[in-house]
């Protein structure tokens, strides 16, 4: 058995390889490990409104492009509702509310393009 470690796209994964007995070929690779640690998304842009940042932050579950903002500044919005939706894979991608709140900042524009993780807006 050989163990190597690969990385793609910044996702380190651990592999093991075993040999074959009668030709000593590779035959089998086992399912990659869960990744070890993917990278930081790069940090937000400071936000856009002028009444300041929440404290509950709203991140991109996925890289894309901002497609449009369903929620504005002082909107009250309930778990599980719409702030902004994303445009990955010629998919729309909604990206909701973790609690209830209202709406403090809106931190990227619509045609923003986004990494995973990255704050999009904030609430109290």
Do not use: C, H, Q
């Amino acid at each position: 058995m050989k163990n190597y470690t690969i990385t793609v796209n910044g996702n380190v994964y651990d592999v093991v390889v075993e040999e074959g007995a009668s030709t000593g070929a590779p035959v089998a690779a086992k399912a990659p490990a869960a990744p070890k640690a993917a990278p930081k998304a790069a940090p937000a842009a400071a936000p856009k409104a002028a009444g300041g940042a929440g404290s509950i932050k709203v991140e991109a579950g996925a890289a894309g492009k901002v497609f449009k903002l369903e929620k504005k500044v002082g909107d009250a919005v309930k778990r599980g509702d719409a702030v902004v939706i994303i445009e990955a894979m010629k998919m729309e991608i909604p990206v909701v509310a973790p609690e209830d709140g209202t709406v403090a900042s809106i931190d990227v524009a619509v045609g923003d393009m986004i990494e995973a993780g990255a704050v999009l807006a904030t609430l109290n």
